[in-house]
């Protein structure tokens, strides 16, 4: 007895943890500064931890109400009905729920590269197969529907990230509507917008409500700092709200991820200053370190550094965790996130140390 054949799928490689690298190089993990993940270096919300000790004595119970409640303080946010809002295990959950509710066997899924790994595996997950559209560093990453229209035949889904993990590019709200009108009646736009908070532009929440092929995702995970606790979520079209109970996993998101979410909402504080230090982070980043980058609209910024795993490693024997994207098919560049002043500081620090190639 086996497993059925997953050769084509890949093994997800997460950032490395601050504890798995001081084990390893025999650090303290207190002394390391990991910049590798995109996490909130600010921590989750005050607001959001209060909220996970006041409801942990509730557990026993399944999160109706917290699930419900969740639901519609998010619909009044974005102004939509309560069933177009899909509650998950994070955006990789909600990101499984498009695909299960949408490929068949066989199907076809676009998605660009470098890009999301989970994109690709979840769509294999489901019987999909993958083709992929470049996001080019000839061009600066720029995302354009044109340039995705020459890869696409009639892909079931096309996922546009926007802001771009790892290049940080983003793609302008008429190019994404021009690409759903220059699909085929067939094909849901998904936009990632997993870091959409850090952005200045506006949401392609707009295109949900006007269209019934433009979905987009948001999480928790970042902006929020709770990505330990695993909540995240897709808008959907009007047209498609009812798939969910069709596909979702019975109370999708934990009683106590539900009422952290709650939380984080209302906590608009956290929100505004966890911007602020990614903002300052960013700019920190393209005028000090001794490498081109490029211009950032999330909450990380991707340099060329040469040899990326080389760079990565030396770094680490230093304390410093970054994302070597070696694996997003980069080898010449890291990707660091955006620290606290201090943690940024040392980044750079330490970073053109290594560029230096001091000992
Ligand atoms: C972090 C991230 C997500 C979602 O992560 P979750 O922790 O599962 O919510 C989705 N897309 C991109 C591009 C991301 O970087």
């Given at each position: 007895?086996?497993?059925?054949?997953?050769s084509s799928?890949t093994a997800?490689?997460?950032?490395?943890?601050?504890?798995?690298?001081?084990?390893?190089?025999?650090?303290?993990?207190?002394?390391?500064?990991?910049?590798?993940?995109n996490?909130?270096?600010?921590?989750?919300?005050?607001?959001?931890?209060?909220?996970?000790?006041?409801?942990a004595?509730?557990?026993?119970?399944y999160?109706?109400?917290?699930h419900?409640?969740?639901?519609?303080?998010?619909?009044?946010?974005w102004e939509?009905?309560?069933?177009?809002?899909?509650?998950?295990?994070?955006g990789?959950?909600?990101?499984?729920?498009l695909?299960?509710a949408?490929i068949?066997?066989?199907?076809r899924?676009?998605?660009?590269?470098?890009?999301?790994a989970?994109?690709?595996?979840?769509?294999r997950?489901?019987?999909?197969?993958?083709t992929?559209?470049?996001?080019?560093?000839?061009?600066?990453?720029?995302?354009r529907a044109?340039?995705?229209?020459a890869?696409?035949?009639?892909?079931?889904?096309?996922?546009?990230?926007?802001?771009h993990?790892p290049?940080?590019?983003?793609i302008?709200?008429?190019?994404?509507e021009?690409?759903?009108?220059r699909?085929?009646e067939?094909?849901?736009?998904?936009?990632?917008?997993a870091?959409?908070?850090?952005?200045?532009?506006?949401?392609?929440v707009?295109?949900?409500?006007?269209r019934?092929?433009?979905?987009?995702?948001?999480?928790?995970?970042?902006?929020?700092?709770l990505?330990?606790l695993?909540?995240?979520y897709?808008?959907?079209?009007?047209?498609?709200?009812?798939?969910y109970?069709?596909?979702?996993t019975?109370?999708a998101?934990?009683?106590?991820?539900?009422?952290a979410?709650?939380?984080?909402?209302d906590d608009?504080e956290?929100?505004?200053?966890?911007i602020?230090?990614?903002?300052?982070?960013?700019?920190?980043?393209y005028?000090?370190?001794?490498?081109?980058?490029?211009?950032?609209?999330?909450?990380?910024v991707?340099?060329?550094?040469?040899?990326?795993?080389?760079v990565a490693?030396?770094?680490?024997?230093?304390?410093v965790?970054?994302?070597d994207c070696?694996s997003?098919?980069?080898p010449?560049?890291?990707?660091?996130?955006?620290?606290?002043?201090?943690e940024?500081?040392?980044?750079?620090?330490?970073?053109?140390?290594?560029?230096r190639?001091?000992?």
């Amino acid at each position: 007895m086996h497993p059925r054949d997953l050769s084509s799928n890949t093994a997800y490689e997460a950032g490395r943890g601050t504890e798995e690298v001081a084990r390893e190089l025999g650090l303290d993990p207190d002394s390391l500064v990991k910049l590798a993940s995109n996490e909130n270096p600010l921590g989750p919300s005050p607001a959001a931890v209060e909220a996970i000790r006041a409801h942990a004595d509730r557990v026993h119970t399944y999160p109706k109400a917290s699930h419900a409640d969740l639901i519609a303080e998010l619909a009044a946010l974005w102004e939509l009905s309560p069933n177009q809002v899909w509650l998950a295990n994070g955006g990789d959950g909600a990101l499984d729920y498009l695909a299960r509710a949408t490929i068949d066997p066989g199907d076809r899924v676009l998605v660009p590269e470098p890009g999301f790994a989970y994109y690709g595996m979840s769509a294999r997950f489901h019987h999909g197969e993958v083709t992929t559209y470049p996001v080019s560093k000839a061009e600066d990453f720029e995302q354009r529907a044109e340039k995705i229209l020459a890869d696409y035949d009639g892909e079931r889904i096309v996922y546009l990230t926007s802001p771009h993990n790892p290049t940080g590019s983003e793609i302008a709200l008429s190019e994404v509507e021009e690409l759903a009108d220059r699909t085929e009646e067939g094909t849901l736009i998904v936009v990632d917008e997993a870091y959409g908070e850090f952005s200045d532009r506006p949401s392609a929440v707009s295109l949900v409500e006007a269209r019934d092929d433009v979905a987009v995702l948001r999480t928790f995970s970042k902006v929020y700092g709770l990505a330990g606790l695993r909540l995240g979520y897709a808008l959907v079209p009007e047209s498609w709200a009812e798939a969910y109970t069709r596909v979702n996993t019975p109370f999708a998101a934990s009683e106590i991820a539900c009422r952290a979410g709650l939380a984080a909402l209302d906590d608009t504080e956290h929100v505004e200053r966890s911007i602020e230090v990614a903002r300052d982070a960013r700019e920190r980043i393209y005028e000090r370190l001794d490498a081109p980058t490029w211009e950032s609209a999330g909450n990380f910024v991707l340099a060329e550094v040469g040899d990326a795993s080389a760079v990565a490693n030396r770094l680490q024997e230093r304390g410093v965790i970054v994302r070597d994207c070696t694996s997003f098919g980069l080898p010449e560049c890291i990707r660091i996130s955006c620290g606290t002043e201090a943690e940024t500081r040392r980044a750079i620090t330490e970073c053109n140390e290594v560029l230096r190639g001091a000992t």
